[in-house]
């Protein structure tokens, strides 16, 4: 990469790809590199109080993309 950036985002859930994309937009041909300890990168965390309450009978439901 050219006259670029790298940068790593620390965290997922709505913050870590949030930045990333914003920065990707900023700086296009930034190299962007998100680490995220759980195996899920971003989840619903509005919903949990539902979960919790037992609205949702499944978190998976709070799931932004299926696990593969």
């Known amino acids: 990469m050219k006259d670029?950036?790298?940068?790593v985002i620390i965290g997922g859930v709505?913050?870590?790809p949030k930045a990333a994309s914003r920065l990707k937009?900023?700086?296009?041909n930034a190299d962007v590199t998100m680490i995220e300890r759980d195996c899920l990168v971003s989840y619903g965390a509005c919903?949990?109080?539902?979960?919790?309450?037992?609205v949702f009978p499944d978190v998976v439901v709070l799931y932004?993309?299926?696990r593969k």
């Open 4 to 7: 670029g950036i790298r940068v």
């Open 14 to 16: 709505a913050c870590g």
């Open 25 to 28: 937009r900023l700086v296009p």
């Open 47 to 54: 919903g949990l109080p539902h979960y919790v309450g037992d």
């Open 64 to 66: 932004s993309k299926e």
